[in-house]
């Protein structure tokens, strides 16, 4: 093989992990915003804690927000609105007027009425376009300014309630008739005008708008100039009125200079340095602590990808909208990582994601201190994820935590009450229900990374699986057995912290290789015909190690987790058959030992180790002759010393006190096996 090729294959695990570091570095960074950050921090309304600050270049004092709305709602209300008046068109009304005066009141004989009543209605007409009429009424004030153009040209500036609202023509007839001496004939007068009335002023949008806009386009942003060297604030002082707005400009103005085209490389390769140390930090933390976890690349894999996918969520909340920034569910990441690894990484991941969240957020050190608190709230609280109840009082407990920390938050930035968001209590509660999603998030992790969480372990336990079954109908007194040292081994791994839910799973398949060959093992022979009489030593030693091998197979076939599949190879270590070595060395001393050995591996964690442990103390129990306390104390006591002696726990994280808790655990246990009684004095 090429010796470039040897290297690298030799050197893959660690090249990847390099690729994973390098791509999740870039990628955190890609999703931070680029803008500088302004090194000082100051309230509204709190002394400045930094030295004397002084201009470090010339800027202009920006008007806030509320000036310059001030300012745009001053300009629309002084801003001309233009209408056009078609004068052809009440010159056309008027002419048209006498023609249905006379079909309206030809009734009246009389001569002198008739030009009575011509003349009045002709008064009317003439009132009613005095400015112009509108065909419906528009949102401006009555004393608002309008310009009246004629032939595109300003002619005068009238208010706007001069102008007559055709939809205002029955009631504004009605009263001038009800008024005259002329209420006999309202309804002629009535039926005249909505025929002859037509509006001839209309809103002339486009230019109205176009000059809005150019005097919105002259507000200046700026009040004043502040020039470099100038003293802007003591150490000291209160920051508020002009100080505060000075402040606030200098950092917009520090954000907008400091992020050029000729500083985007620095600020950028400053940010990829922190984000690589922050990761970097993790890597070392799981190469010195959790070192099974680091040699496995899913694993890493799958805590980079949370911890980026909790970077990207939060960036994609705070350029939607940053108000919404407490209803991201940050706590699913130590819950995730708690119900797949320990609680330790969990917070130690947690943390990692808070700094770089750091980078994102407003009042960054409040964020911070609300997420780690809550982290380590979760972190504390939530035990047995697989019970539904735990995860909701959990929930509950960190949105608690959420609310007292922002009040007493709130409390000491404002003095007060007064002004508390209340909608952000809403946004805590949303996001304890948003963490509920956790449960179906660590199944489809469960797939898609092939991990196992103590939900499953929960299915995996149950005794009416399809696999246990079988086991239970080819070989009763290897699922007996199982059953016995699940029991042990789950009372251990409590005594002394380990995880009882592995251990007891761990337990009820570590001789599912049995089913192969299920009459050459003792548990299993009810005829008191035993096949090993036919067999040489060698072989039945060979059958008795295989059962691991068909163990495995077994497990892999039925798609068991990986984490139960170790109990089945570690549960013997490299120890011997011990009952066919012994007959072989009646037999001859010129043998090979590794024939009677089995493959291994040893236990490497606590719980294979209490596995072993176990297997070895319930199988070996069986015979026991007239078992006492103090048989059985030194029964467990012989047994545990030999592994030790073998060195089979070399590679367990287990120590030597741990070792004496799982004894005294198993002595108890099998002294109510047996039902022994306390021996009194006679």
């Known amino acids: 093989m090429d010796p470039v090729l040897n290297k690298f294959y030799r050197n893959h695990n660690l090249l990847y992990k390099v690729f994973l570091f390098v791509a999740t570095t870039f990628l955190i960074v890609y999703l931070f915003p680029k803008s500088g950050t302004f090194r000082y921090s100051f309230e509204k309304g709190k002394p400045w804690q930094s030295e004397n600050l002084y201009a470090p270049f010339d800027f202009a004092i920006q008007k806030s927000g509320v000036e310059l709305e001030e300012e745009r709602q001053q300009i629309f209300k002084e801003s001309p609105v233009f209408f056009e008046v078609d004068t052809a068109k009440v010159t056309q009304i008027l002419n048209s007027y006498k023609t249905v005066f006379e079909r309206s009141f030809f009734e009246v004989t009389a001569q002198q009425l008739n030009d ?16 112009g009429v509108l065909a419906e009424s528009y949102n401006f004030g009555n004393e608002k300014i309008i310009s009246i153009l004629i032939d595109n040209t300003q002619s005068k500036t009238v208010a706007y309630n001069k102008f007559f609202v055709q939809t205002d023509l029955k009631p504004f007839i009605t009263s001038k008739i009800e008024a005259s001496e002329y209420v006999e004939f309202l309804p002629a007068y009535l039926s005249l005008f909505f025929d ?41 002082e209160v920051v508020q009125g002009d100080k505060l707005s000075i402040l606030k400009s200098l950092e917009s ?12 490389v620095w600020i950028l390769a400053a940010y ?27 694993k890493v894999t799958f805590i980079f990808f949370n911890i980026a996918l909790m970077v990207l969520l939060t960036t994609l909340v705070v350029n939607y909208n940053s108000a919404y920034i407490y209803a991201v569910p940050l706590c699913i990441l130590p819950l995730v ?40 709230v979760t972190i504390l609280t939530v035990s047995e994820l697989y019970k539904r109840a735990n995860l909701f009082i959990s929930v509950g407990q960190i949105t608690l935590i959420y609310i007292i920390s922002y009040f007493s938050f709130f409390v000491i930035h404002e003095g007060s009450i007064d002004g508390l968001k209340w909608e952000n209590f809403l946004l805590f509660v949303l996001c304890g229900l948003a963490t509920l999603f956790v449960q179906p998030l660590i199944y489809a992790y469960e797939k898609l990374f092939g991990l196992v969480s103590d939900v499953s372990l929960l299915e995996l336990s149950d005794t009416n699986s399809k696999l246990l079954k ?48 299920p009459t050459y093992f003792t548990e299993n022979q009810s005829t008191g015909t035993n096949p090993h009489d036919e067999l040489s030593p060698k072989e039945s030693a060979q059958i008795i190690v295989n059962h691991v091998i068909s163990g495995v197979e077994i497990a892999k076939k039925n798609k068991l987790p990986d984490r139960v599949v170790d109990f089945i190879r570690t549960h013997h270590g490299t120890s011997y058959v011990r009952y066919f070595y012994n007959k072989q060395m009646e037999i001859t001393s010129d043998f090979d030992p590794s024939d009677f050995m089995y493959n291994g591996p040893k236990p490497f964690s606590k719980e294979t180790a209490i596995l072993m442990m176990c297997d070895s103390v319930e199988a070996a129990s069986k015979s026991l002759k007239d078992p006492t306390s103090t048989k059985i104390n030194a029964f467990v006591d012989t ?16 120590t030597f006190k741990e070792i004496e808790s799982i004894k005294k655990v198993l002595k108890h246990k099998l002294a109510n096996m047996y039902h022994l009684r306390i021996e009194y004095p006679e």
Not at 272 to 298: C, E, G, Q, S, W
Not at 340 to 354: E, K, N, P, Q, S
Not at 639 to 654: P, R, S, T, Y
């Open 272 to 298: 990829t340095v922190l984000v690589a140390l922050a990761l970097l930090m993790l890597l070392l933390f799981l190469r010195k602590y959790r070192v099974d976890i680091f040699t496995n690349n899913t």
């Open 253 to 264: 103005e520090y954000e907008s200079q400091v992020w050029t085209e000729a500083n985007y």
């Open 639 to 654: 047994i545990v010393a030999h592994q030790i002696e073998d060195a089979q726990f070399l590679n367990a994280n287990i």
């Open 116 to 131: 009575n009543l011509f003349q009045f209605g002709r008064n009317i007409l003439s009132e009613l376009y005095a400015t």
């Open 470 to 517: 079988e086991l239970s109908d080819k070989a009763p007194g290897t699922f007996h057995h199982s059953l016995n040292v699940a029991n042990l081994a789950e009372a251990s791994a409590n005594e002394i912290g380990a995880n009882a839910m592995l251990v007891r799973v761990g337990a009820l398949y570590h001789d599912i290789g049995k089913m192969s060959n």
């Open 196 to 236: 002859v009335v037509e509006p001839n002023a209309s809103y002339n949008v486009s230019l109205s708008e176009s000059a809005l806009k150019e005097r919105i386009g002259r507000i200046v942003p700026v009040r004043g100039r502040v020039d470099k060297g100038t003293l802007i604030i003591s150490k000291g």
């Open 337 to 376: 990582l708690k119900a797949f690894f320990d609680a330790r990484l969990g917070l130690f991941a947690h943390v990692v994601t808070v700094l770089l969240l750091g980078f994102v957020v407003a009042n960054n050190y409040e964020y911070m201190f609300l997420q780690i608190i809550a982290g380590i």
